[in-house]
């Protein structure tokens, strides 16, 4: 059995821990619900310019002629971005996204397709160094200080890509949000803008008739690079959103830990004094009886 001391300092050791994770715990917390504030708010401006965009699509595709929606016959290079943390402590959420762009990636070269890896996150830059993967580009994550500016020189960045032909489409590899408590690694096209525009919600509006002005096409011609925009800058939001969730849980198991160990600990110091104490006074009686 350890001795009393070693016992005392692993015990002040572990609540020193403890306090940290708790403290991160509700950092976590704090950051978590003020990505998901802004996040309820940008999916609404999503929503509606999804609608207005699948309305234009839906009945004015032949006119249309724009190079976010031309598709390649045999597009073989592909940018897969993806969106990491930079830091650890938050579970699987970094290893969870990787696997999935990786998973992906292998699927597409099966197919003869080039992979260009575009990584945003210090996690999964350093994951790729370690494993010796060559990638395209890498950015630090601004997590949840990403804005909509940000959001949109980097959409600008992958539009300038797909428009001179360095690449033929673009995937976005992040982690989803589906509801407040479950989050995903989930993957996206880009690029092309597919004319069937993908129902990130059930929308109220869905359906519902416009009249325009100027013409459709030219309202289509403003609201593509908006729609980029927005697709990405949501993007952003859902991978901080998802990466502070994970840390809270992390951290939260991590406390509720170190207070099971803390109990056990203190447990086991008892029963080290105790049997020393009951050590001493059998050698104190042991000790007045051989005077006797």
Do not use: W
Request: aromatic share 8%; hydrophobic share 40%.
């Amino acid at each position: 059995m350890a001795n009393q001391r070693n016992i005392k300092n692993r015990i002040k050791s572990i609540k020193n821990t403890k306090k940290i994770t708790s403290t991160m715990e509700m950092v976590a917390s704090a950051k978590m619900k003020k990505v998901q504030h802004r996040l309820e708010m940008s999916n609404q401006y999503e929503l509606k310019i999804n609608d207005i965009m699948k309305n234009i699509l839906r009945y004015n595709t032949g006119d249309i002629r724009d190079p976010l929606l031309a598709e390649y016959a045999e597009p073989k290079k592909i940018l897969i971005v993806q969106i990491v943390g930079n830091r650890g402590l938050c579970g699987s959420f970094n290893t969870n996204v990787i696997h999935n762009s990786m998973t992906f990636a292998e699927k597409m070269a099966a197919q003869k397709k080039e992979i260009v890896n575009y990584v945003i996150g210090k996690k999964g830059i350093n994951y790729y160094r370690f494993i010796n993967e060559p990638v395209f580009r890498t950015k630090m994550n601004p997590e949840d200080k990403v804005s909509l500016e940000y959001a949109t020189d980097f959409c600008n960045e992958l539009r300038e890509l797909f428009i001179n032909g360095e690449v033929h489409e673009v995937y976005i590899s992040y982690t989803k949000v589906f509801s407040r408590s479950s989050q995903k690694p989930h993957i996206f096209k880009l690029l092309p803008i597919s004319a069937e525009i993908e129902d990130e919600a059930n929308s109220s509006t869905a359906g519902s008739s416009y009249v325009y002005d100027p013409d459709p096409v030219k309202i289509l011609t403003y609201l593509l690079p908006l729609y980029l925009n927005v697709k990405v800058f949501n993007s952003f939001l859902e991978s901080s959103y998802s990466e502070q969730f994970a840390r809270r849980v992390a951290m939260k198991n991590a406390t509720d830990a170190s207070v099971d160990i803390i109990k056990d600990l203190t447990i086991t110091y008892n029963r080290a004094r105790q049997a020393k104490i009951t050590n001493e006074i059998a050698e104190i009686v042991g000790g007045a009886a051989a005077l006797e």
